[in-house]
């Protein structure tokens, strides 16, 4: 799939904005602080209906206005797909083929994306909120029954959390709360299986991508890491039971720290190579290329399950990979990857990107074309 067309008004510092693409490489140059990462921002939101930079969606709206808009027209194999996103106080409006989604998880997933940029090392190293955050984003737009399940479960687990938090004063509230926890436990045991499918699948591709990379010398593998321990190949049915038998043991702790303490929004995922944990042990180098290992994965991975290629982002990122790593992500782009590069300047890039790219200069809000691909 490739994005045809992209319009903005009023998004950040574009105040009207349109764009016609072909499928191949498009590098945006400009200075800092010129809108460059807006760019690719907005077609991030475009798939998501979300931002990579921050949760407050009215950020996305330009200072002085009272909404923002992105539409873009997405080319697939089965033919073009009209996506808008409207933003005001009020909220997101979502629409496909003109016609407005109820919900998020009937309109993500049209257009996928996968983006990489320097701060894409914390999957690796950061928090574990950061790595579940990366399994939600990237399972979410090719699994929309995970994006229901993940919705219905976040909306439990905040009304168990707020009644176990007045536990001491409303005790009378415990048959509540054991009906939230038996519906919970249904969307938890959902989410922890396909978390698990996607992980296996995505070190397949990974672990396989590593090893190039590394000429053979690292194997990288991917682990979930459970709240709760669960064995192995474990249905759904099984899930739910460890995870009751969990909650009844801990009950009581539960009500005196007055939180939910297991559950998928505890898990965490964790990287090895060669058997040794990156976050803790690895160098920076292997942190990187475990990073792009994981990225490259992903294009592969949704290819495999959507029968398309995503779109790729790389912000910042060209110039700063060292040469082996970054030949290997320019022969995964290779004439079947939209791409959309940004770069303060030309030089440091590939001459074979610079010279088969569409390059647009940058400069204050206002696009202008320097270069035909
Ligand atoms: N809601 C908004 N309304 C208007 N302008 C905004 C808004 N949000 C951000 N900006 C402006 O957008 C600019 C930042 O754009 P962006 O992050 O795309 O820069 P960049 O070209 O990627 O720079 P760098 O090379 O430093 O990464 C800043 O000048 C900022 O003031
Ligand atoms: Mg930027």
Do not use: C
Request: hydrophobic share 35%.
């Amino acid at each position: 799939m490739y994005v045809k067309k992209l319009a903005l008004k009023q998004y950040r510092n574009y105040e009207q904005l349109e764009l016609s693409f072909d499928a191949n490489v498009h590098l945006f140059i400009g200075d800092n602080a010129q809108g460059k990462t807006n760019i690719l921002e907005a077609l991030y939101v475009l798939a998501f209906a979300k931002s990579h930079r921050t949760s407050k969606d009215r950020e996305w709206i330009t200072w002085d206005q009272d909404f923002a808009k992105i539409e873009g027209v997405i080319e697939k194999k089965y033919g073009p797909v009209h996506l808008e996103l409207l933003i005001s106080a009020k909220g997101k409006k979502a629409k496909v083929n003109h016609l407005e989604q109820r919900k998020l998880s009937e309109y993500v997933g049209v257009l996928n994306v996968v983006m990489f940029a320097p701060e894409d090392l914390e999957i690796v190293k950061g928090s574990p909120q950061i790595r579940r955050r990366f399994l939600d984003m990237e399972l979410g737009q090719i699994s929309p029954s995970y994006l229901h399940a993940l919705a219905q479960y976040h909306k439990l687990l905040s009304q168990r959390n707020a009644l176990l938090k007045q536990w001491e004063k409303r005790k009378e509230n415990r048959p509540v709360i054991e009906v939230f926890t038996e519906q919970m436990l249904a969307y938890a045991a959902k989410i922890l299986l396909k978390r698990t499918g996607f992980i296996k699948n995505l070190q397949e591709w990974s672990s396989a991508i590593h090893q190039s990379i590394t000429s053979g010398k690292e194997q990288l593998e991917l682990r979930y890491v459970y709240s709760t321990p669960m064995d192995e190949g474990m249905k759904e049915q099984e899930i739910i039971e460890v995870l009751r038998q969990k909650f009844d043991k801990i009950r009581e702790q539960e009500e005196s720290r007055g939180t939910t303490l297991f559950g998928p929004h505890r898990d965490d995922l964790q990287f090895f190579i060669n058997g040794m944990n990156v976050q803790t042990f690895g160098s920076q180098g292997q942190q990187r290329t475990t990073a792009l290992s994981t990225k490259l994965a992903e294009i592969e991975l949704i290819h495999s399950e959507i029968g398309e290629y995503p779109i790729l982002l790389l912000d910042d990122v060209l110039s700063e990979l060292d040469d082996h790593r970054r030949s290997h992500l320019l022969e995964t782009i290779q004439g079947k990857i939209q791409t959309f590069v940004t770069n303060t300047s030309l030089e440091g890039l590939d001459q074979q990107i610079v010279n088969e790219a569409t390059i647009y200069k940058v400069q204050q809000g206002k696009i202008s074309p320097m270069k035909e691909g």
